[in-house]
């Protein structure tokens, strides 16, 4: 099977390392990263990836991923990756994202009438695009398979590779990378966390998620036409 | 503050990944990805990663860190690689590692006479080098920080973070981040997973694991000199 994972400048790295961690594992999967070119692309925070195929040279998608992350913006109005999405959405078996990656799911027209989630900050900004937003961590819609944020692509991955190869190779592959998480703190979601924190963070990050709905609501009024 | 993290060819790229989304996101740390040349590095299943530093280059690090994986064994007899931890660590405020990266800490000494975790597959090595070995997710003792397997990065990382910058800003990052996992399997660990399952992992990683303890066995003998 082919894992075909789109990189891309000012993702969020973890959204693909993640999930790169439980595919890359399994024998019976060759994983691809795939950008515009070769060259080195950079992650929000400064981790450098290198792609490993073009666009151009990427195969047939089995399981098609998105990542999120600031950088998704961009994507969101560029024909070239939304036609590159597309043409791989027709073949895939699976079409699926972590956190904001679901937007641009969503902006290639790959999401509408389905049930999907995203980074809780971004989650109803789905709905411009005739998809219903869904507050878990992980949602599976038929061939749609969405994390919400950033970390939750662990659980993204595993629950995606066990619906593939079954339970088993799942559960080994989780023991092999002793996942068995133990968050230091109570509050990693918005419904666990004390409110005061979730509006500090939904303040320091006003500006930058206006921008987000901007893109989202202009693009969404294409996609739904 | 300098985050020092060493990067090597066939590491385990999520011991570091994690982490790094974590450090990264901390506008007072600098996080640095240090190896022997700017060449890519790549880990033992494909994903690619560029070096900022070389071992020349690198800033004493505040936060010294080193991932696992089967490189591990190649850096256990690194002279260049052990004088460059033993020399950053004279200077750094922590000493951590995630995973195997602890037998590397171990090899240059940094670890005799600590409590320190592991990857369960090879725990009980640390006690070749005067290390007690302890069966914990994140061991902190003193200024040596240590994870446990591959996703234990996360939880370590928090941790650390949580002591230098205080609990509100590792929540903080928490939140962001949406660390609220939910593994769709239990069974992360020996303690909860199926006997079968551990027993199937020890067998088809003997021959490696045979390997590495040789490799523990001879390196601990020079350390203890």
Chains 1, 2 share one sequence.
Not at 58 to 78: H, T
Request: hydrophobic share 40%; net charge neutral.
């Amino acid at each position: 099977m082919n894992v075909v994972m789109l990189l891309y400048p000012n993702m969020t790295q973890l959204d693909l390392t993640g999930p790169f961690e439980v595919f890359s594992s399994v024998k019976q999967f060759n994983v691809h990263l795939v950008w515009k070119t070769l060259e080195p692309v950079r992650d929000t925070h400064g981790l450098t990836i290198l792609p490993t195929v073009t666009l151009q040279q990427s195969p047939q998608a089995d399981i098609l991923f998105v990542p999120g992350g600031p950088g998704q913006l961009a994507l969101m109005e560029d024909q070239q990756i939304l036609t590159f999405l597309r043409q791989q959405a027709e073949g895939a078996q699976y079409v699926t994202s972590v956190c904001t990656g679901s937007l641009v799911l969503a902006a290639a027209g790959l999401l509408s009438g389905y049930r999907a989630t995203s980074h809780w900050l971004s989650l109803e900004q789905l709905a411009y695009f005739d998809v219903e937003p869904v507050n878990q961590r992980v949602v599976v819609d038929g061939n749609r398979v969405t994390g919400a944020g950033v970390t939750s692509g662990i659980d993204f991955a595993l629950t995606l590779l066990g619906k593939i190869r079954g339970p088993e190779e799942a559960k080994m592959v989780q023991l092999r990378m002793e996942y068995d998480p133990a968050p230091p703190f109570v509050g990693g979601s918005p419904a666990s966390a004390e409110i005061e924190l979730v509006d500090r963070i939904r303040t320091t990050t006003q500006v930058f998620q206006q921008q987000r709905q901007a893109v989202s609501e202009k693009v969404a009024k294409k996609v739904r036409k």
